[in-house]
Nanobody, 128 residues
Framework: QVQLVESGGGLVQAGGSLRLSCEAS????????MGWFRQAPGKEREFVAA????????YYAASVKGRFTISRDNTKNTVYLQMNSLKPEDTAVYYC?????????????????????WGQGTQVTVSS
């Protein structure tokens, strides 16, 4: 059984930065595909970013491209989401998700139903 534990959320002013972390346990992390999603109050959960088994293969939602960076450290079984130039509309609960193992080296899952495992979420609040 895979466990995903997010950390790094908090309160930040607009224009600030946060780095979220998601540590995985229970399965081989290096061959996984990982993603970040978020859910704001009253809204549906939406895709933010994903990284393939190939660590150089990434994909971003248009709303965060150029501001957020997803990365992975297989030695620490951890995926990161570096969030810069934060805006009030980035306020949400952020969820880490994973597929263990990924279907292929370059596979980038973007839909909620593609992921097998989810973390509990971490709150990010951006004040104006």
């Amino acid at each position: 059984q895979v466990q995903l534990v997010e950390s790094g959320g908090g309160l930040v002013q607009a224009g600030g930065s946060l780095r979220l972390s998601c540590e995985a346990s229970g399965r081989t992390f290096s061959s996984s595909a990982m993603g970040w999603f978020r859910q704001a109050p009253g809204k549906e959960r939406e895709f933010v970013a994903a990284i393939a088994w190939s660590p150089r293969t990434t994909y971003y939602a248009a709303s965060v491209k150029g501001r957020f960076t997803i990365s992975r450290d297989n030695t620490k079984n951890t995926v990161y989401l570096q969030m810069n130039s934060l805006k009030p509309e980035d306020t949400a609960v952020y969820y880490c998700a994973g597929i263990f193992p990924s279907g292929s080296y370059y596979y980038i899952p973007k839909r909620i139903d593609e992921y097998d495992y989810w973390g509990q979420g971490t709150q990010v609040t951006v004040s104006s």
